[in-house]
């Protein structure tokens, strides 16, 4: 059972990756709404892969990408960005973002990812 971690400081963002990716199968998530939270829920439960998007409150994803990756360097990390924020989305890569996925996504595009990553 594959277990997705969902990083975003808006909950109807959440919700929708959520919906998205029930109807490709998915059924195990967490949640989050902040960087900090993120690392914590990821230390703890340890899922196969994080949705993580860049601009959060207390944290924000390239933050959390870093810490994420302390806790396990080969965490499985695909970022989720707006447009405009292409520099960004170039660290996340460098700092060890899988694929980066452009808000508002395209469910399919969202769908092929991560099953490219986790299967």
Known sequence: MQTILIVDDAAFMRMMIKDNLKKSGYTEFFEAGDGETA????????????????????MDGIQALQAIKKVNP????????????EGMVVEAIKLGAL??????????????????IIG
């Open 39 to 58: 690392v914590a829920v990821y230390t703890d439960k340890k899922p196969d892969l994080v949705l993580l998007d860049i601009t959060m409150p207390n």
């Open 74 to 85: 080969a965490a499985k990390v695909v970022m989720c960005s707006a447009m405009g924020q």
């Open 99 to 116: 694929d980066f996925i452009v808000k508002p996504f395209k469910p399919e595009r969202l769908i092929q990812t991560v099953k490219s």
